[in-house]
């Protein structure tokens, strides 16, 4: 009998599907205490006006029910409470680590309510159906081992009218921007993170996995697959980053 296992992609690397969960844990375990500083340090602050394009695109609503999946140490949480206090957010990521870094960066904000910490795998929600108005997912669906699963989940704790919104790097570059950037990422980002966090090995893993990605047309179809409508994108940065948007009908 055929036993060949299923392989996937962890950066540049090939690993069994099954491993490559564990491999992302374990890239977080090692950042989560630097996580937010070195995102600020490796994109000139841009992140900042990346994720306010996201939350402008939210647009945070009272006793709207938001799930923030892959939402590690709660940046887009943060962000939508400063907008609207009254919404009820769950913060959802695989990851204990940058979880815990969350709540206690909760505690220092005296935002004692209005978010729930959830330890959970995007591809299989620990959720009920038709719980949420809205989803975000920030610099996070690219890390998930079985991307389709991922989305149909989204699309079942949705309630009809739902919004889902996905932040992520593009792999696909204009070519005057491509030679420095990949200059930036393959060289620089690296070695900033072997000198603030003090380990270059899960910014190694970062870039590659955005060349990993689908370009932005592509996953506009798998969000169409998932079953959402109205499905559109628009590039942040030159491309660097884009914002998709769907909805579930
Ligand atoms: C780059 S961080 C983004 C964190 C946050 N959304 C932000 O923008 O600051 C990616 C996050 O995805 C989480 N993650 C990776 N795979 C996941 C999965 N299968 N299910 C849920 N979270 C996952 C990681 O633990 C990590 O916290």
């Given at each position: ?5 299923a392989?996937?992609?962890f950066g540049?690397?090939q ?10 844990r ?13 995102n ?9 006006l990346?994720?306010?394009?996201l ?11 938001l ?5 590690g ?18 913060v ?12 206690d ?15 959970g795998?995007?591809?299989a929600?620990?959720?009920a ?21 991922a ?12 919004h ?11 070519e ?26 899960p ?9 990993r990605?689908?370009?932005p047309?592509?996953f506009?179809?798998?969000l ?7 499905v ?18």
């Amino acid at each position: 009998m055929d036993t060949e296992e299923a392989i996937t992609h962890f950066g540049f690397r090939q690993v069994p599907e099954e491993a490559k969960t564990g491999l992302v844990r374990g890239v977080f375990d090692r950042v989560a205490t630097r996580y937010d500083c070195m995102n600020d340090v490796m994109s000139f602050g841009l992140q900042r006006l990346w994720k306010t394009a996201l939350i402008d695109a939210l647009r945070p609503a009272p006793v709207m029910r938001l799930l923030d999946l892959a939402g590690g140490t709660g940046d887009i949480a943060f962000r939508a409470l400063r907008r609207e206090r009254r919404m009820e957010i769950t913060v959802c990521d695989i990851n204990q680590s940058m979880l815990a870094v969350g709540r206690d960066r909760a505690i220092d904000k005296n935002l004692l309510s209005g978010i729930d910490w959830l330890c959970g795998n995007a591809e299989a929600l620990p959720l009920a159906n038709r719980h949420y108005d809205a989803c975000t997912v920030a610099f996070g669906i690219r890390n998930v081992t079985h991307i389709e699963a991922a989305l149909k989940e989204v699309h079942r704790v949705l309630k009809p009218g739902g919004h889902f919104l996905v932040l992520e790097f593009s792999p696909s570059q204009p070519e005057l921007l491509k030679a420095a950037y990949d200059w930036y990422s393959f060289h620089v980002i690296p070695r900033l993170g072997a000198r603030i966090a003090g380990d270059a090995e899960p910014y190694r893993y970062l870039v590659e996995s955005i060349r990993r990605f689908p370009p932005p047309r592509r996953f506009s179809v798998m969000l169409e697959g998932a079953g959402f409508a109205n499905v559109s994108f628009r590039a942040l940065s030159g491309g660097i980053v884009c914002l998709h948007s769907a909805w579930r009908i």
